[in-house]
């Protein structure tokens, strides 16, 4: 699908860049002596950035070509604030003839030793081969690599371009580019290096892996290596002037990955006839997203993003169709790198020809796609941003900083003798730990997790929400405070009763000595388990006790009727095994369940007679038994049937409580509690049945 441009051409030209008020697109004034870019000359010759990669200190490499009288590979390195490292070869340049001609370096990476790997084609007096040159973190050429640093590689009768590598865990080196084979033209071509520049001969035949698709020139541009070792790679496949997205994937051992598509290739039309993917960008979750440009209804060229699931197919939850192009100028834009920042949204560099008359312009863009394809309204310009060098601007290379900000190179100048130019802009990430524009809170990876105040989308969670559970009872679950994306500590909860253990009695927070379970007479647990094996849901469970309600409360303070009984039996880990809240209202004759009080008023009673009793308590008796010698005391008799209760078949401690009334009467204080440990609990094995006494 083809997105409309949303903006009108708003060029920040290079003679008065306005800086002052940074903005997500903006250059970096931090950056450059704050222009916000670096233009460095090499040769007389053109000098041009093809690619870029940031180093773990936070410098930035850019590589790509130099010519004086030849061309060579060209490496120059910066400080993160722009300036040249005078510890990297002259200057912070290095330039290397690695064969008899010209040759292009087009791909760079460092290792985690801190040397750098650039790739590209050398001249062998007659054709090109593929070219790697590694070189030590102050410039200089590894002497433990290839011969002196330098590796090439025929592949096959000629023009053997390599554009592109990554590294393997284990330190080999996988290469793709092209070259033209014997029979079947120019085809895509994968190699692998082991760690000393030698050919992987487990790797394809003999470390090569050439793949002829289709009947015209094929190549590949870039590549990444998966988690799982598979390599993909995408270019373009020709057939008859027709131009098609490629994206093809190969096992670890250089084989087709039958499970890509059927076959591990994918060529995908856009548009109309010409489509030419150049970068690709992997998902965590396995998806490819790929970039580049095609030529649309009119004949203009625009920028081409595709994203395909796991299996190959499009991926329809992007943009609809899979597809989206984006018209960034009247001409020419090009699509040529691609990053994904940890929100899962998409930066694409490029450039774009702003006034198709005079070929000698060309201008660089930087765009920003949601995940779902659609242009970021807040970067740039409605998504895009565009910049005027003053030349032939061209960015090849894209990198994104751990703050967010994005890294380019390519070149400016006159389009004869263009010069490397790196830039760098502002940029606003969720996921980057910076608050930006937009956001009112940043945590990183901690984004949307338990723990954190700030949502996945960088705001800050509502007043209220839950953001960590509690770890037992003797916790209360953390909230959020609706200001802070600090998820603040879950709240001890208090041992209301002094007996050592926070448990649901605490809620009685007037809870006195005497409304602990009376031993005198023995209160007492039963839980029976009736015909285990034949007939579930036939168990029986009975409570006796009695205790003190609190001072200053009375057996005439006790309203089942508008509040119920909560009866708790719990484990002794603090785990249920049985919590019922035996309903409030009055004894229905239509129900057969309900509370009744006696005529003298000293008796609340509540019966279920129906066929199956709700939570299985069948009766519950409440009797005032306040006296001289034993004030405020009430005595509980609670009888369950017709239910499957969990019965442990050991000496089990359990912890009986009851609360009369709700959560209001508990934090009155109308409830009791007894503990009974394993001494106090004996299991009848013939009888199934454990019981507890005190």
């Given at each position: 699908?083809?997105?409309?441009?949303?903006?009108?051409?708003?060029?920040?030209?290079?003679?008065?860049?306005?800086?002052?008020?940074?903005?997500?697109?903006?250059?970096?004034a931090?950056?450059?002596?704050?222009?916000?870019?670096?233009?460095?000359?090499?040769?007389?010759g053109?000098?041009?950035?093809?690619d870029?990669?940031?180093?773990?200190?936070?410098?930035?490499?850019?590589?790509?070509?130099?010519?004086?009288?030849?061309?060579?590979?060209?490496?120059?390195?910066?400080?993160?604030?722009?300036s040249?490292?005078?510890?990297?070869?002259?200057?912070?340049?290095v330039?290397?003839?690695?064969?008899?001609?010209?040759?292009?370096?087009?791909?760079?990476?460092?290792?985690?030793?801190?040397?750098?790997?650039?790739?590209?084609?050398?001249?062998n007096?007659?054709?090109?081969?593929?070219?790697?040159?590694?070189?030590?973190?102050?410039?200089?050429?590894?002497?433990?690599?290839?011969?002196?640093?330098?590796?090439t590689?025929?592949?096959?009768?000629?023009?053997?371009?390599?554009?592109?590598?990554?590294?393997?865990?284990?330190?080999?080196?996988?290469?793709?580019?092209?070259?033209?084979?014997?029979?079947?033209?120019?085809?895509?071509?994968?190699?692998?290096?082991?760690?000393?520049?030698?050919?992987?001969?487990?790797?394809?035949?003999?470390?090569?892996?050439?793949?002829?698709?289709?009947a015209?020139?094929?190549t590949?541009?870039k590549?990444?290596?998966?988690?799982?070792?598979k390599?993909?790679?995408?270019?373009y496949?020709?057939?008859?002037?027709?131009?098609d997205f490629?994206?093809?994937?190969?096992?670890?051992?250089?084989?087709?990955?039958?499970?890509?598509?059927?076959?591990?290739?994918?060529?995908?039309?856009?548009?109309?006839?010409?489509?030419?993917?150049?970068?690709?960008?992997?998902?965590p979750?396995?998806?490819?997203?790929?970039?580049?440009y095609?030529?649309?209804?009119?004949?203009?060229?625009?920028?081409?993003?595709?994203?395909?699931?796991?299996?190959?197919?499009?991926?329809?939850?992007?943009?609809?169709?899979?597809?989206?192009?984006i018209?960034?100028?009247?001409?020419?834009?090009?699509?040529?790198?691609?990053?994904?920042?940890?929100?899962?949204?998409?930066?694409?560099?490029?450039?774009?020809?702003?006034?198709?008359?005079?070929?000698?312009?060309?201008?660089?863009?930087?765009?920003?796609?949601?995940?779902?394809?659609?242009?970021?309204?807040?970067?740039?310009?409605?998504g895009?941003?565009?910049?005027?060098?003053?030349?032939?601007?061209?960015?090849?290379?894209?990198?994104?900083?751990?703050?967010?900000?994005?890294?380019?190179?390519?070149?400016?100048?006159?389009?004869?003798?263009?010069?490397?130019?790196?830039?760098?802009?502002?940029?606003?990430?969720?996921?980057?730990?910076?608050?930006?524009?937009?956001?009112?809170?940043?945590?990183?990876?901690?984004?949307?997790?338990?723990?954190?105040?700030?949502?996945?989308?960088?705001?800050l969670?509502?007043?209220?929400?839950?953001?960590?559970?509690?770890?037992?009872?003797?916790?209360?679950?953390?909230?959020?405070?609706?200001?802070?994306?600090?998820?603040?500590?879950?709240?001890?909860?208090p041992?209301?009763?002094?007996?050592g253990?926070?448990?649901?009695?605490?809620?009685?927070?007037?809870?006195?000595?005497?409304?602990?379970?009376?031993?005198?007479?023995?209160?007492?647990?039963?839980?029976?388990?009736?015909?285990?094996?034949?007939?579930?849901?036939?168990?029986?469970?009975?409570?006796?006790?009695?205790?003190?309600?609190?001072?200053?409360?009375?057996?005439?303070?006790?309203?089942?009727?508008?509040?119920?009984?909560?009866?708790?039996l719990?484990?002794?880990d603090?785990?249920?095994?049985?919590?019922?809240?035996?309903?409030?209202?009055?004894?229905s004759?239509?129900?057969?369940a309900?509370?009744?009080?006696?005529?003298?008023?000293?008796?609340?009673?509540?019966?279920?007679?129906?066929?199956?009793?709700?939570?299985?308590?069948?009766?519950?008796?409440?009797?005032?038994?306040?006296?001289?010698?034993?004030?405020?005391?009430?005595?509980?008799?609670v009888?369950?049937?017709?239910?499957?209760?969990?019965?442990?078949?050991?000496?089990?401690?359990?912890?009986?409580?009851?609360?009369?009334?709700?959560?209001?009467?508990?934090?009155?204080g109308?409830?009791?509690?007894?503990?009974?440990?394993?001494?106090?609990?004996?299991?009848?094995?013939?009888?199934?049945?454990?019981?507890?006494?005190r």
């Amino acid at each position: 699908m083809r997105l409309k441009s949303l903006f009108a051409f708003s060029l920040a030209l290079v003679a008065a860049p306005s800086l002052a008020l940074a903005a997500p697109g903006d250059l970096d004034a931090t950056f450059g002596g704050g222009t916000g870019y670096v233009v460095t000359p090499i040769a007389p010759g053109p000098d041009s950035a093809w690619d870029v990669v940031l180093q773990p200190d936070g410098k930035i490499v850019a590589v790509g070509q130099s010519r004086t009288t030849t061309t060579d590979f060209a490496l120059v390195r910066h400080n993160a604030d722009g300036s040249l490292d005078g510890t990297f070869g002259t200057g912070g340049i290095v330039v290397t003839p690695v064969g008899a001609g010209d040759e292009i370096a087009r791909g760079v990476l460092v290792q985690p030793d801190g040397k750098l790997v650039a790739v590209g084609y050398s001249n062998n007096g007659s054709n090109n081969d593929f070219a790697l040159v590694r070189y030590n973190p102050d410039g200089s050429l590894d002497g433990t690599f290839g011969t002196g640093g330098i590796v090439t590689t025929p592949i096959g009768t000629g023009g053997d371009n390599a554009l592109h590598v990554a590294r393997q865990d284990d330190g080999k080196l996988v290469v793709a580019g092209y070259a033209a084979m014997p029979g079947t033209g120019i085809d895509p071509v994968v190699a692998r290096y082991d760690a000393d520049g030698t050919l992987d001969g487990t790797f394809g035949t003999g470390g090569i892996v050439a793949v002829p698709v289709g009947a015209g020139t094929d190549t590949l541009a870039k590549l990444a290596i998966q988690p799982d070792g598979k390599i993909v790679t995408v270019g373009y496949v020709s057939a008859g002037g027709v131009f098609d997205f490629l994206v093809m994937r190969l096992e670890s051992d250089g084989s087709l990955d039958g499970t890509f598509d059927g076959d591990g290739i994918v060529t995908t039309a856009i548009d109309t006839n010409y489509a030419i993917a150049t970068s690709l960008v992997l998902d965590p979750d396995g998806r490819i997203t790929v970039v580049g440009y095609t030529r649309n209804v009119d004949l203009d060229t625009d920028v081409a993003v595709v994203r395909y699931n796991a299996d190959g197919s499009l991926d329809t939850s992007f943009d609809g169709d899979g597809k989206v192009q984006i018209p960034v100028g009247p001409d020419g834009d090009n699509g040529r790198a691609i990053a994904r920042e940890a929100d899962g949204k998409l930066v694409i560099v490029g450039n774009f020809d702003p006034d198709p008359t005079p070929t000698t312009s060309n201008d660089i863009f930087v765009l920003k796609l949601d995940a779902d394809g659609s242009l970021d309204a807040s970067f740039g310009t409605g998504g895009i941003k565009t910049l005027d060098l003053g030349g032939y601007d061209v960015t090849m290379g894209l990198a994104l900083q751990d703050d967010g900000k994005i890294v380019a190179a390519g070149n400016t100048g006159p389009i004869s003798a263009p010069d490397f130019v790196v830039l760098r802009f502002d940029n606003v990430v969720c996921g980057d730990s910076a608050i930006g524009d937009g956001e009112t809170c940043d945590e990183g990876a901690q984004n949307g997790a338990e723990g954190s105040c700030c949502s996945a989308t960088c705001t800050l969670v509502t007043a209220g929400t839950e953001c960590r559970a509690a770890a037992d009872a003797c916790e209360a679950a953390a909230t959020c405070d609706g200001a802070s994306p600090v998820c603040p500590a879950n709240t001890e909860l208090p041992d209301g009763d002094g007996d050592g253990a926070c448990d649901a009695i605490d809620a009685c927070t007037t809870l006195d000595p005497g409304q602990v379970f009376s031993t005198k007479p023995k209160s007492r647990v039963v839980l029976a388990k009736i015909n285990a094996e034949t007939v579930p849901g036939n168990d029986t469970f009975a409570l006796g006790t009695q205790f003190a309600l609190p001072p200053g409360r009375s057996f005439a303070d006790l309203d089942p009727l508008d509040e119920g009984v909560r009866v708790l039996l719990l484990a002794d880990d603090g785990t249920s095994r049985l919590d019922v809240t035996v309903p409030a209202g009055a004894y229905s004759t239509a129900t057969k369940a309900g509370w009744k009080l006696s005529g003298n008023g000293k008796a609340w009673r509540f019966v279920d007679k129906s066929a199956s009793p709700a939570g299985g308590i069948a009766q519950v008796v409440l009797n005032d038994r306040n006296t001289v010698r034993t004030p405020r005391v009430v005595k509980v008799t609670v009888k369950g049937r017709k239910s499957t209760y969990p019965v442990v078949t050991a000496d089990s401690p359990v912890q009986a409580i009851v609360t009369l009334g709700d959560a209001t009467a508990a934090e009155q204080g109308l409830c009791g509690e007894s503990a009974y440990a394993a001494s106090h609990c004996k299991f009848n094995v013939p009888q199934n049945r454990l019981t507890c006494r005190r």
